[in-house]
């Protein structure tokens, strides 16, 4: 999609690194926690040394009944605990039998949120340990009624909310974050939430949820990521009546006040993160969407899940395909239903890895590709009153209405939720998850362990390539296109590693000298949710 993107910045590349930008921030472990051993000791700190009552209260440190003698004497919390010491292994299956007891997933996702307000270390571990039972509470399907019912359920404030009432101090309003050294932020404005549509200040749930699964399941550290709401209004006429709403009671922002407001945002984010923050979008609407990968494509570290994620992880599931079928990509013509952000960022990476595998210019394989909106098949007759991300898809051919005929035959499935396994003619099909999951926490931490600072095509299809190569015989003959999600953190760091290894090949990363194992210091880099020692 570079190529698409090029050409709506008049030429320029990701590539074409401006001298002017200045290369900050990156993976910096100001403490030195990440490095130290699981048996090396270290200091819970806060703004000072947390102890007592206020070392129960904090998330990063606080364990619970897990605290040992010496610890309770140490840190002032004889009196303020139970006798009892157990194990975080305990703690993990009581808190699981509870969740289990809840017949509502909003109520266990409640729950888990909860968790993480007071313990962040067994939050990632019950994630990280239940993961394909977990998942689907934490994120799709459930986190979208969670952002629909978000004013209610509100209970803590998650991140940093940032509303036309700070426009002209948004960089002061990121510094009043704690965390100082952030490595991957995900923000949102609300407009576009799952298939639900405009949600506002509410979309905050996709943002926490995103980052929780960056460091259960990509192994980033959590102190080091930033949920974002970007509050411009909603155009929801039911959360403006709505006396729980959380967010700016007005109609949206549009045009150069929007667009402004966006830059100031980004501007600042650079200015107090450095250059290698990498910035996701998530849930802008198709029109901002694009304007914002092409905008700032080639001056900030930036990734949209929704075009370039789904294109990713559907893009492997295709090349894992090929292994049954036989052939190249280039054999088969691809029909879309869909011409959206994913739908055309699937197309586009399609078409990239034609181009690279049978070695022909892009807008030949692009042929191969047809995609139909909600006014039927793209077509050359159509091309002028198409919007712009829609037009090097329109192909010449008879106006065609009627899908269902050219869709009969033969379908691999795959969905981006979780279904249950079905049972035809005596044989057990298990549905394949298409979900974002298997691509942006490895791409992601992929891009912070080499200290990148510019997001290319070629790191996705590497990434495509990373997560189709963790597909085998064995998964295959369950009729399984993707890995289960039980190894998720062996895919993640196979999908960094190749992620890694093409910003070195670009000349993109700053992290000096190239590592000689990429896969193995991944592995090494990845945050683990054990309890600490302390001093």
């Known amino acids: 999609m570079e190529s698409t993107l090029k050409e709506m910045r008049d030429g320029e590349s990701v ?18 926690e990440d490095r130290a051993t699981e048996d090396q000791l270290v ?13 129960l209260r904090d998330p990063h440190h606080n364990k619970g009944l897990a605290f040992t003698e010496k610890e309770r004497d140490a840190h002032y919390l004889r009196g303020l605990l139970p006798p009892a010491i157990v194990s975080q292994e305990l703690q993990e299956k009581k808190l699981m039998e509870s969740i289990r007891q809840y017949d509502v997933p909003l109520h266990k996702y409640m729950a ?40 209610s359920i509100f209970r803590r404030p998650q991140g940093v909310y940032i509303s036309l009432k700070e426009k002209g101090r948004i960089l002061e309003v990121l510094k009043n974050w704690p965390e100082r050294s952030i490595q991957v932020i995900v923000v949102t404005d609300g407009e576009r939430i799952l298939g639900l549509g405009d949600l506002g200040c509410q979309g905050m749930g996709i943002p926490v949820g995103k980052l929780a699964l960056y460091t259960a399941l990509g192994g980033v550290r959590p102190s080091s990521c930033l949920p974002i709401t970007i509050d411009v209004g909603t155009n929801n006429e039911q959360l403006l009546k709505d006396e729980f709403y959380i967010g700016l009671r007005q109609k949206r922002a549009t045009g150069k006040e929007y667009d402004d407001f966006l830059h100031e945002f980004m501007t600042a984010v650079k200015q107090n993160y450095g250059e290698k923050v990498l910035v996701q979008f998530e849930d802008f609407a198709n029109h901002h969407a694009f304007e914002l990968l092409t905008r700032y494509g080639t001056s900030h570290l930036v990734f949209n899940d929704d075009i370039q994620g789904t294109a990713s992880v559907v893009l492997a599931g295709l090349v894992a395909s090929l292994k049954l079928l036989g052939g190249t990509l280039a054999d088969h013509t691809f029909l879309f239903l869909g011409a959206g952000e994913a739908g055309t960022g699937i197309a586009e990476l399609i078409a990239l890895e034609m181009s690279k595998q049978k070695k022909i210019p892009v807008g030949e394989a692009r042929k191969k590709i047809w995609l139909v909106d909600s006014r039927g098949l793209i077509v050359g007759s159509r091309k002028e009153s198409l919007q712009h991300f829609k037009k090097p898809w329109a192909h010449e051919h008879e106006p065609v209405n009627n899908l269902l005929d050219a869709v ?26 298409a979900n ?36 085998t015989e ?9 890995p289960p999600f039980s190894n998720i953190r062996k895919i993640s760091a196979n999908v960094a590693a190749r992620v890694a290894a093409t910003a070195y090949e670009l000349g993109v990363a700053t992290r000096l000298p190239r590592p000689a194992d990429l896969v193995k210091f991944a592995e090494s880099c990845m945050y683990t949710p054990n309890y600490r020692t302390f001093r």
Not at 45 to 55: C, P
Not at 130 to 147: F, H, I, Q, S
Not at 408 to 433: C, H, N, T
Not at 436 to 457: C, E, K, Q, T, W
């Open 43 to 55: 200091t819970p700190w806060s703004v000072s040394v947390a102890s007592g009552y206020n070392l």
């Open 436 to 471: 974002n999951a298997y691509i942006f926490p490895g791409l992601g931490f992929g891009l912070v362990m080499s200290g990148a600072i510019r997001v290319h095509d070629a790191m996705l299809l590497a990434a495509s390539e990373g997560l189709a190569s963790q597909v």
């Open 112 to 151: 888990m949120m909860e968790l993480e307000e007071r313990n962040e270390r067994l939050f990632y571990k019950l994630l990280i340990d239940n993961v394909e039972e977990l998942l689907p509470v934490v994120y799709t399907p459930t986190v979208g009624e969670a952002c629909q019912k978000y004013g």
């Open 474 to 482: 064995e998964h295959f003959a369950k009729g399984l296109i993707y």
């Open 408 to 433: 009969k035959g033969r379908a691999m499935f795959s969905s981006g939720s979780p279904f249950d396994p079905v049972e035809y003619k005596g044989k057990l099909f298990i549905p394949g998850q």
């Open 15 to 32: 590539l074409d690194l401006n001298p002017k930008s200045t290369v900050g921030g990156g993976v910096e472990d100001v403490y030195g």
